[in-house]
C-alpha cells in the first residue's frame, strides 16, 4: 500500500474545517431548525435539507452530532455532514466546501475542470435553494392554516360581559373594561401538552381570548390565558400559600409534576401586540401616546388607574406586548449577566447569558412597531422579573423605536412585583376601608 506524503498544508486546511461548527455548516446546507435561537436549545430540530422530511433531522449543539431518522444517516462532524448532503461528496470536496479553499496541493485544474466544477457547484446551490423554497411554502401554508385555525376559535368566543373574563379582571383589579378592548371569552378551550397541535389534550375550560395584530394590523395569531374556574365561588381562596392576593389564572400541573404555562400564544407572536384599549380620538389619524408593557392585567391595571386619576384617555391606546422577549424584540447578541450563575450537568456554577442591550434591527417586521402618529411611548417595566434582563429588554425597545419627534419613558412598579399586584393591593385595601 502506497502511503501519501505528509503535507503540513493539508493537515492544516482540513483542521480548518474540523473546527467549523456541525450546526452552521448545517444551516449552510439549507437546514432551517424550528424555532430561534432560546427555544432550540441542547438540540436543533428541524426538515432535513436532503429528504426533506419534516421534523426528521436534528443537530446536537454542543457535540456536533448530526442524524435524519427518516434517512437512517448521521455522523459525529460537520465535515460528515458536508459529504451526504445535499448528495455524496468525497472527503476532499467536502473540505472545500466548507472551507471555501481549494486543496493546498492540488495541481492547477484545467478548463474543463473548472467548468466541471462550476457546474457541479452551481447544481448543489440550485438542489439548496430548490428545497429551501419547498419550506419556505410549506411553512407559510402552515402559518396560514394556523391563523386560520386561531380566527375561528377567536370568532367563537363570546363578549365578556358577564363571563368568568369579566369576573377574572375584576378580581385584578380591573372593575371597568376600557371601550373597544379586543378581549372575548371562551368556555371550553383546550390547553395542550407540549403545546402544539401535536400536543395532548390534558385539560379543557374557560379562558380569555386576544387577538394578535401585526404592526399592519392584521390578524397574526390568538393569545389564550386560561381561567380558574371556582373564581368567584367560596372554594376559590382569596389568600395564596404565600399570603398574597390570588391570581385567578389556571393553576394546572401534568401528570409528571410539571407545572405548565397558563397563557399561550398561536400562530405568529414575534411582531405583534395585543390591543387593549384603542386610542378613542383619531383626529391625528392614530394615537398620540401608546402605553405598552408585558402582559394583559399589568396594561389594564395601569389603564384602570389612569382612568380613576381623571387623565384624558382619548389620544392613547394601550397595548400589551404578549412576553418580555417581545417586547424588546430580538437582541443583536447574547451578553453575560453581571452576578447571576447556574450550576450545569456537572454541578460547574457558569455564568449565564441573556439577550443584551443592542437590538438586532435586521427584520424589522419580527419586532413591535410604533405607529408614526405616536409622539409618546410610555413603557411598563416588570419588577418581578430579572432587573438586569429588564432593563436590556427596555434598552432594545428604546434604542429599536427612537426617531427625532419620538418621545420613550419607562415606569417601574414596586420592587418585586408589578403594576398588576400593586392595583390589586390598592383595591383590596380600598375595600377593607
Request: net charge positive.
Amino acid at each position: 500500500m502506497t502511503v501519501p506524503a505528509h503535507n503540513d498544508a493539508v493537515d492544516a486546511w482540513i483542521e480548518r474545517a474540523k473546527g467549523h461548527s456541525t450546526i452552521n455548516v448545517a444551516l449552510r446546507l439549507g437546514f432551517r431548525p424550528k424555532g430561534n435561537a432560546k427555544s432550540i436549545g441542547a438540540e436543533a430540530t428541524g426538515p432535513c435539507p436532503r429528504c426533506g422530511g419534516v421534523d426528521r433531522f436534528s443537530v446536537k449543539i454542543k457535540e456536533g452530532l448530526w442524524n435524519c431518522r427518516g434517512c437512517g444517516k448521521g455522523g459525529g462532524d460537520a465535515i460528515g455532514l458536508a459529504r451526504w448532503v445535499p448528495h455524496e461528496r468525497t472527503f476532499y470536496e467536502a473540505v472545500e466546501f466548507i472551507t471555501g479553499e481549494a486543496k493546498p496541493d492540488a495541481a492547477p485544474a484545467s478548463e474543463e475542470e473548472k467548468a466541471a466544477i462550476a457546474a457541479k457547484r452551481a447544481k448543489e446551490a440550485a438542489e439548496i435553494d430548490k428545497a429551501r423554497a419547498a419550506e419556505a411554502q410549506q411553512q407559510n401554508q402552515f402559518r396560514e392554516d394556523e391563523r386560520r385555525r386561531c380566527r375561528q376559535l377567536w370568532e367563537h368566543g363570546r363578549p365578556i360581559a358577564g363571563t368568568l373574563v369579566e369576573a377574572y379582571l375584576r378580581h385584578r383589579g380591573v372593575g371597568r373594561i376600557p371601550e373597544g378592548a379586543k378581549l372575548r371569552f371562551h368556555p371550553e378551550m383546550h390547553l395542550r401538552h407540549p403545546s402544539g397541535p401535536g400536543g395532548k389534550v390534558v385539560w379543557t375550560g374557560p379562558a380569555m381570548l386576544s387577538p394578535i395584530a401585526g404592526n399592519d394590523g392584521r390578524f397574526m395569531g390568538l393569545h389564550t390565558t386560561w381561567l380558574d374556574p371556582r373564581l368567584g365561588t367560596p372554594a376559590m381562596p382569596a389568600i395564596d400559600e404565600n399570603g398574597k392576593p390570588t391570581k385567578g389564572k389556571l393553576v394546572f400541573v401534568s401528570e409528571d409534576g410539571e407545572v405548565l404555562d397558563v397563557k399561550r400564544s398561536r400562530g405568529t407572536k414575534a411582531g405583534g401586540h395585543l390591543v387593549l384599549a384603542p386610542a378613542l380620538d383619531t383626529i391625528f389619524g392614530g394615537p398620540r401616546r401608546l402605553v405598552i408593557g408585558e402582559g394583559i392585567e399589568t396594561v389594564l391595571a395601569v389603564w384602570i388607574t389612569m382612568v380613576e386619576a381623571g387623565a384624558d384617555m382619548r389620544l392613547t391606546a394601550f397595548w400589551s406586548a404578549i412576553d418580555l422577549g417581545n417586547l424588546g424584540g430580538k437582541a443583536l447578541e447574547s451578553v453575560f449577566h453581571p452576578t447571576l450563575k447556574r450550576p450545569d450537568a456537572r454541578g460547574r456554577m457558569l455564568r449565564v447569558r441573556l439577550p443584551g442591550p443592542v437590538p438586532d434591527v435586521s427584520r424589522p417586521e419580527r419586532s413591535i412597531a410604533i405607529p408614526e402618529t405616536v409622539r409618546e411611548v410610555l413603557v411598563l417595566a416588570d419588577g418581578d422579573s430579572d432587573r438586569t434582563q429588564v432593563e436590556y429588554t427596555l434598552a432594545r425597545a428604546t434604542a429599536r423605536w427612537a426617531r427625532p419627534d419620538l418621545i420613550v419613558r419607562g415606569a417601574w412598579p414596586e420592587e418585586g412585583g408589578d403594576f398588576s399586584d400593586m392595583r390589586m393591593r390598592k383595591v383590596r385595601e380600598r375595600e377593607a376601608a
